[in-house]
């Protein structure tokens, strides 16, 4: 059985300019710009323009343009009739192989555009390798030679946004992370995207690797089964690759140097395993940046979830090897970050545990004593990734002192209940990081939706405040109220008033099936986001 070694491997892209000879290829199609006044066709594609008509379509008297065809289409013999014939159109998505017999290699591709924009970019590439990869392990198959590279004629006005877009999708769509004695079927090594020489361009696709990697890192983290990840494992893997980057330290503190700085909320989840806790640092600290703002990113590194002594049920408790995705995502935006060079200084701090049951777990009933100094009256066990965030901030507040303040957990249910798979949830005490955090997300390509912590967006105070505090401890684990409401407040009272953000993705963190560039299993959410939001506070 082989067990894959973070960071797997992903398909490699790069820009060029000239048509390569044996090498299939790939043509683009997009939905025509709809011109209000007569409805005609797009802007033409030279050599690879579907035409210059228009096609019956939608309500009876209306008509819809062709879809556009781009450069070197009738390489592949592909014209409007073509289109027609195959019934392709310009959506996004939509991927059709080219038959070229008597030719090497014999077979070319259609991909659809949509409408432009990065969104339909993303999901085109990822699309297109997935569609290419599936015919290489078919020729396989039947004992016919794959092809193991690619290469994407892209419109000629292609954008920056554009080019980067369609190169994160097309390299996640290639992901794929699988536990096997069985070989792996051949997949396509490299994809050359052919476009115009313009400077802009270059940058914006060696940035999308960095951040693709990153996406695919996180998942690699979150879908290596527990018997593998522990806590020592998960730290010491995110060491060996932070020591890679030029700049970038990583600091493994075990359980004697936790006990020794009195990290209760990390030891107490931890105490009912036979695989002790740690405490990844990891730091980017560029030169020039002390004179910045200091950013502090916390994830949840619970490397498995029984719930402890309030159990989980048996149904879908095998998902909980993805419970450390916010402290995977902290890793892989830190070696992000580090390797774009981005001019800010950053520390990621991941408390890693495993909520086991035996004689020695924590008790509901329990008083756990923090890093800072506070007490949590603990109610429910299954509340374990609070607890570790606690000690988390509390260190970042008292030892690492950063300007911001922002966590990330797969935290509560409720919040998959609220925004569902596709959106991760965050609160915010400061409306400037929230703006942040949503433009990150946007240029990332990851859907947010700020939450009411219950003082901040509503005009009537909900009391959900007052209900922290308990009357045994400082604080309760476990708070009356809205399920992610509650969680964010409690961890509100170790942030020290910084601003602060948390960020729970327990809904986004893991897809049930696969979609456009995310694949099923873990789907790396968040850390291209952390990425950008580093980036926006460099300026």
């Known amino acids: 059985m082989a067990t894959p070694t973070p960071p797997t491997a992903v398909v490699e892209v790069a820009l060029g ?3 390569g000879r044996g090498v299939p290829l790939a043509v683009t199609v997009r939905n025509a710009e709809k011109d209000p006044t007569d409805g005609g066709p797009g802007d033409d594609a030279g050599d690879g323009a579907a035409g210059g008509g228009t096609a019956e379509g939608g309500a009876a008297g209306q008509q819809r343009p062709e879809p556009v065809l781009g450069p070197y289409a009738g390489r592949l013999r592909v014209d409007a009739a073509w289109l027609a014939a195959a019934g392709m159109t310009g ?3 939509k991927v059709h192989d080219v038959a070229l017999p008597g030719s090497r290699p014999g077979v070319g591709w259609v991909v659809g555009l949509g409408d432009g924009g990065a969104s339909d970019y993303r999901k085109a590439g990822a699309a297109l390798i997935k569609a290419v990869d599936a015919r290489a392990a078919a020729d396989d198959k039947d004992g016919r030679r794959p092809a193991r590279s690619l290469q994407v004629a892209l419109p000629a006005e292609v954008s920056a946004e554009q080019a980067a877009a369609f190169t994160l999708g097309t390299v996640l769509g290639s992901y794929d992370f699988r536990v096997t004695a069985q070989d792996r079927p051949p997949r396509t090594r490299t994809v050359t995207l052919l476009a115009p020489a313009r400077p802009e361009l270059e940058p914006a696709v060696r940035r999308a690797l960095v951040l693709a990697r990153a996406t695919a890192l996180a998942r690699d983290l979150a879908n290596m089964p527990s018997n593998t990840k522990d806590p020592a494992w998960l730290a010491g893997t995110a060491a060996r690759i932070a020591a890679t980057v030029p700049g970038l330290t990583a600091q493994v503190r075990d359980v004697d140097w936790l006990r020794k700085h009195r990290f209760g909320g990390v030891l107490a989840v931890g105490g009912g395993s036979a695989r002790p806790p740690r405490l990844l640092e ?9 004179a910045g703002r200091h950013l502090a990113l916390v994830g949840k590194g619970i490397t498995f979830d029984t719930g402890g002594i309030s159990i989980k049920p048996a149904l879908n408790m095998h998902l909980m090897r993805t419970d450390m995705a916010g402290g995977g995502a ?9 390797q774009l060079r981005l001019p800010v200084r950053v520390t990621g701090l991941v408390p890693l545990a495993e909520n086991h049951v035996s004689g020695s777990a924590y008790r509901p009933g329990d008083v756990v004593r923090h890093v800072d100094g506070r007490t949590t009256a603990v109610t429910n066990t299954d509340a374990e990734g609070r607890m570790v965030l606690a000690d ?3 260190y970042a507040v008292r030892t690492v002192r950063p300007d911001l303040l922002v966590d990330v957990a797969t935290l509560t249910g ?5 925004l569902g798979w596709r959106t991760g949830g965050f609160f915010a005490t400061d409306d400037e990081l929230a703006s942040r955090l949503v433009a990150a997300g946007e240029r990332a390509g990851e859907s947010w939706w700020r939450m009411p912590l219950g003082f901040d967006m509503v005009e009537l105070d909900t009391g959900y405040v007052e209900k922290v505090h308990s009357e045994l401890a400082d604080v309760e684990q476990c708070p009356p109220g809205p399920g992610a409401i509650a969680a964010a407040l409690f961890l509100r009272e170790f942030t020290g008033g910084l601003p602060w953000a948390h960020l729970d993705i ?7 099936k696969t979609f456009d560039e ?3 299993g873990a789907t790396g959410f968040a850390a291209r986001t952390l990425v950008e939001l580093a980036s926006s506070v460099a300026g």
């Open 506 to 512: 327990a809904g986004a963190a893991r897809s049930e």
């Open 392 to 394: 988390g901030l509390g």
């Open 518 to 520: 995310v694949t099923t």
């Open 330 to 338: 902290v890793i892989a935006a830190l070696i992000a970050i580090a």
């Open 414 to 418: 409720a919040m998959r209940i609220s």
């Open 17 to 19: 300019a000239e048509l």
């Open 91 to 93: 959506a996004a998505c």
């Open 282 to 290: 990891l730091s980017w600290r560029p030169r020039g940046s002390a």
